[in-house]
């Protein structure tokens, strides 16, 4: 932790971030990303998908190398070339990218291994559209301004979208419209981001109307993070590129969760099990707190947080109900002291209704964090970054609201 003592790391878990630091550390991942797929293609040749990617990324601009290989796609990429599974959805998000961000050459056409049931799906700086299409032996033609993607359908024979490398629309496409900056796409309907956890939610896949609203009340949520936490959206770019809607299917409980296999996606409780839209309150106390975790899961790449006991020992949650390891008590101190934090804050910036909101909210999680950081009192299963990450969070609820 050298490298990051002397107030980086104060820098780096303070609510606002420090957006430099975060980019920092998502490049160090992105690095560590090409190193396994450039050993990869040598141990594969026959993968020619990921043979012209490994070509083509030592040809883009660092900002670009990163554009790529940084996003949750390049993630899914990677994990699917070096596991030998290849997966169509993200070797067409990839290659895709890859266009968007490459000077013009030559024209290339490449084969692509499995299917793809295409709803709505990222490629380059466009969305495909489509009614759920069953799409086979797919291939992708790479032009100077544009790309086709060419396939198969069971009974309808050919289908083909034609893609500019600038992102206007055009047939059955359109342009890639993020809420922030470079942050909060939604991506319902996405192949490669639903929510396989069987945990009681569904993934919706939005009609136009409810697209509409959403992402009006999201926009509405961006602007109350903005203000409150300005580093801290910067920051999205990295640790929440993505909002994958959810709805539970039972219950009243809104569901939100992130997850270390996925970075940079967060899953975020949209509507309520009837349909009925959240409040855009909710969503951005739910965007930031997965943003939170997404934070330390990139801590957690270069610095590891706990070090459990044999056998790990087992801390009551007033979050959950129920027994959780040291690694999940030290993220949900952290993120609900930033939560207080964040509500504390939004009671002397933002209106009457939105402070009440506000003051209920700080004073729900107060009363929680105090009684899980009595139940850590005397663990001896953190690390030291681990041990900054609660010094950080008892700092906080210290301080005065509004500072």
């Given at each position: 932790?050298?490298?990051m ?9 303070a ?5 430099q630091?975060t980019?920092?550390?998502?490049w160090r991942?992105?690095?560590e990303?090409?190193?396994l797929i ?8 026959q993968?020619q ?6 070509a ?6 660092a ?9 949750p796609d390049g ?8 596991t030998?599974?290849?997966?169509a959805?993200s070797?067409l998000?990839v290659?895709?990218?890859?266009h968007?961000e490459?000077?013009?050459g030559?024209t ?5 291994q ?5 709803r709505?799906q990222?490629v ?5 559209i489509?009614q759920?299409s069953?799409?086979?032996?797919l291939s ?5 301004k544009?790309?086709s993607?060419t ?17 206007l ?7 890639r419209?993020p809420?922030?900056?470079g ?6 309907g ?6 396989d956890f ?9 009609d ?5 609203d ?6 509405q949520?961006?602007?109350l ?19 994958r809607?959810l ?5 009243d409980?809104?569901p ?5 296999d996925?970075?940079g996606?967060?899953?975020?409780g949209?509507h309520r ?6 409040e ?6 739910s965007?930031f707190?997965?943003?939170?975790h997404?934070?330390?899961y990139?801590l957690e ?14 801390y ?5 109900t129920?027994?959780?390891?040291i690694?999940?008590m030290v993220h ?7 939560l207080?934090w964040?509500?504390r804050?939004?009671?002397?910036l ?6 009440k ?5 700080s004073?729900?999680?107060f009363e929680?964090?105090?009684e899980?950081?009595?139940?850590i ?5 953190l690390a030291?970054?681990g ?8 700092n906080?609820?210290?301080?005065p609201?509004g500072?």
């Amino acid at each position: 932790m050298n490298r990051m003592a002397n107030g980086s790391l104060g820098r780096f878990l303070a609510p606002d971030g420090a957006p430099q630091l975060t980019r920092s550390l998502a490049w160090r991942r992105t690095l560590e990303r090409w190193a396994l797929i450039h050993r990869r293609a040598q141990e594969a040749p026959q993968d020619q998908v990921l043979a012209y990617v490994v070509a083509q990324i030592p040809m883009l601009s660092a900002t670009g190398r990163h554009a790529v290989l940084g996003s949750p796609d390049g993630a899914a990429f990677v994990h699917s070339h070096v596991t030998g599974r290849q997966d169509a959805t993200s070797d067409l998000a990839v290659l895709g990218a890859v266009h968007a961000e490459r000077q013009p050459g030559d024209t290339r056409t490449l084969a692509l291994q499995g299917s793809l049931v295409c709803r709505r799906q990222g490629v380059g700086r466009s969305v495909i559209i489509d009614q759920g299409s069953q799409l086979d032996g797919l291939s992708i033609t790479l032009e100077d301004k544009t790309l086709s993607i060419t396939a198969r359908v069971a009974g309808a024979g050919c289908w083909r979208r034609e893609l500019r490398r600038d992102g206007l629309p055009t047939v059955g496409a359109e342009r890639r419209a993020p809420i922030g900056e470079g942050a909060w796409e939604l991506v319902d309907g996405w192949s490669g981001f639903e929510n396989d956890f069987d945990d009681g939610n569904e993934s919706p896949l939005l009609d136009e109307t409810s697209r509409v609203d959403l992402t009006r009340a999201l926009k509405q949520a961006w602007s109350l993070l903005v203000a409150i936490a300005p580093g801290a959206a910067e920051e999205m770019q990295e640790t929440a590129r993505y909002v994958r809607p959810l709805r539970p299917r039972t219950g009243d409980t809104i569901p939100s969760f992130s997850s270390r296999d996925l970075p940079g996606v967060i899953f975020v409780g949209t509507h309520r099990r009837d349909g009925v839209p959240i409040e855009f309150t909710h969503l951005v106390e739910s965007c930031f707190h997965e943003h939170l975790h997404n934070r330390l899961y990139l801590l957690e790449s270069a610095y590891p947080l706990t070090v459990p006991e044999t056998p790990p020992r087992c801390y009551w949650s007033p979050w959950k109900t129920a027994d959780r390891g040291i690694d999940g008590m030290v993220h949900a101190i952290y993120v609900f002291a930033h939560l207080t934090w964040f509500w504390r804050r939004a009671a002397t910036l933002s209106d009457a209704a939105i402070a009440k909101v506000a003051i209920r909210r700080s004073g729900e999680h107060f009363e929680a964090l105090r009684e899980a950081l009595r139940t850590i009192a005397t663990t001896t299963e953190l690390a030291p970054a681990g041990e900054a990450v609660i010094a950080a969070s008892q700092n906080l609820l210290e301080k005065p609201a509004g500072d």
